[in-house]
């Protein structure tokens, strides 16, 4: 198989580590906006505005997959009604999607 | 110690999210392949072409460090053994290997 | 919102795989260096030096967002420390923190 067959989408790749009791409604954001999907994994762990969160239930660690627009709209949303509640943190990095079609913004 | 001591590699990082039925076979291509080994967490979540995996076993995130080509190798078979057939999602981006030799090639 | 409320940081995200019997160590370690905070997940995994981890209790999977002097400083313990004498392997990549001011250096 040629190399050429592997599509590879310059993407961003956000992660965003929150409160467990904060998933359901980060998802149901993250998915209204128009991502095609993401991936959670249990975390624990400590911030500076954190107590230790494996004390109060845990932490979520999600992923989502999003093109430079989506990902303004969605950091958008976190600065205004997260942040400043909450103990989300978010980081964001350059990826190559091998995927392509998958994480293209659906609405 | 000087910073000189430390080795930093540029490689790649390769995060495979795959249903969990499918880890004990890609993880049996990834060291055939010839990666020296992989990271693998739990995970939960939404893709455009997967039902909602936490209600069917949940879902399995893995991460490779291997150079260009052998990433290219792996692409190569998730294009054409995975991609097709499973709700199989990846994405590849650069980092700094701090340890050097334990993620060259083996074979 | 704007997106010049945002604010992006670049700073370095550097994920270390070691076993769960190690985890309390590193993480007074990261702390005590002077870092804001950490994320773990639990995590299985094979490396070149490891047998399979879960077979062992598992490993633990540790992110740290930091700047260049702290991740540098962290670097030299671990492969003075722990390097020579684990199965602990650890990563280095850039990324933007998108709520800057947790991730400063505490010290």
Avoid at 20 to 38: F, H, K, M, T, W
Avoid at 46 to 60: D, M
Avoid at 95 to 102: H, I, L, M, N, S
């Amino acid at each position: 198989m040629s190399d050429e067959s592997i599509a590879r989408i310059p993407l961003r790749l956000l992660t965003i580590v929150a409160e467990s009791i904060l998933e359901d409604r980060l998802v149901r954001e993250i998915l209204a906006l128009g991502a095609s999907g993401y991936t959670a994994t249990r975390a624990h762990g400590q911030g500076s505005r954190e107590t230790r969160a494996s004390e109060l239930g845990g932490n979520v660690r999600i992923e989502v997959v999003l093109d430079e627009s989506l990902e303004r709209e969605l950091l958008a949303r976190l600065t205004r009604d997260y942040f400043p509640s909450y103990a989300v943190i978010a980081w964001s990095q350059s990826e190559e999607d091998v995927r392509g079609a998958k994480y293209r913004r659906t609405r």
